[in-house]
């Protein structure tokens, strides 16, 4: 469903990326874990085109992402991506935060949004919650939030940049919760995050990327009780 295939992404002389290769089959979900500006962000942004790869090919269900002839909304309808810091509409309420683009960009009724929200806020544990505005809500539910707003686009793919990382303790759980559940209908996610018991739980594979290369690709069992990789074991040993 996503194959990275040699590819390179520079940031005017520095090369973020070198020489990614990779596939994301339909229902998988992978871990990227690695050091803070080692390129796990740009990985996830280039999927949907928020960045531009430099060389190399990256396609999306057989479509060439950064190709010019390629219509990237229409790729971009079956990704939905949540951020470490949400990204809601502080002016607007939860319900107008999940209805918008599927107004705006899939072109149904706000009758038809509003009901398809209100099945995910349900989903996602805060049925109560339509009518508040995002500061009224704890960062859990704010992020459950921004996951309802795109699963309400009914994407193919999920990818989550840290979505727990921005969250006091007693939250993380929460939100991983939604992200397990997903992960168990089979949703195909990528996600960068460094909550192990997350990984080991629902996790078909981890990548380790550092300093833009993939230095190790394994099963979490695998990866978490043995890593290959001398600089994956000592990048484990600094957050465990
Ligand atoms: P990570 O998510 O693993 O922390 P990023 O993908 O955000 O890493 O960044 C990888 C590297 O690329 C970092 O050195 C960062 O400073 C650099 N970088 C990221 N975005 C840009 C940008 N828009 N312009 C220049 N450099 C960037
Ligand atoms: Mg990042």
């Known amino acids: 469903m996503i194959v990275f295939d040699n590819v390179n992404k520079y940031f005017g002389d520095f090369q973020v990326l070198k020489n990614i290769n990779l596939t994301i089959k339909k229902g998988e979900v992978v871990v990227i874990i690695g050091p803070s500006g ?17 060389e190399g090919t990256l396609t999306v269900n057989g479509i ?12 971009r309808r079956e990704i939905g991506m949540v951020f470490q810091h949400f990204h809601l509409y502080p002016h ?23 009901k398809t929200a209100l099945y995910y806020l349900d989903k996602v544990g805060i049925p109560d919650k339509a009518g508040s505005f995002p500061s009224q ?20 793919i999920m990818l989550f940049d840290e979505p727990t990382s921005a969250l006091d303790p007693e939250m993380i759980g929460e939100v991983l919760d939604v ?15 460094h909550e192990m018991g997350f990984a080991r739980e629902v996790a078909d594979r981890i990548v380790f990327i550092d300093q833009g290369q993939i230095l190790e690709e394994a099963v979490p069992e ?12 000592l990048f484990l040993s600094r957050i465990l």
């Open 222 to 233: 695998e990866f978490y009780a043995n890593p290959k990789e001398e600089r994956a074991r």
């Open 179 to 193: 992200m397990k559940n997903l992960a168990k209908e089979g949703m195909t996610m990528v996600v960068v995050t």
């Open 64 to 75: 060439a992402v950064n190709d010019k002839k390629t219509d990237i909304n229409k790729v």
């Open 38 to 54: 080692s390129g796990k962000s740009t990985m996830l942004r280039c999927i949907n085109r928020l960045e531009t790869v430099s």
């Open 137 to 156: 809500l704890s960062g859990g539910q704010q992020q459950r939030v921004a996951i309802a707003r795109g699963l309400a686009m009914n994407p193919e």
């Open 92 to 114: 607007k309420t939860v319900l107008q935060n999940i209805t918008l683009a599927q107004v705006k960009v899939l072109g149904k009724s706000e009758e038809e949004a509003k």
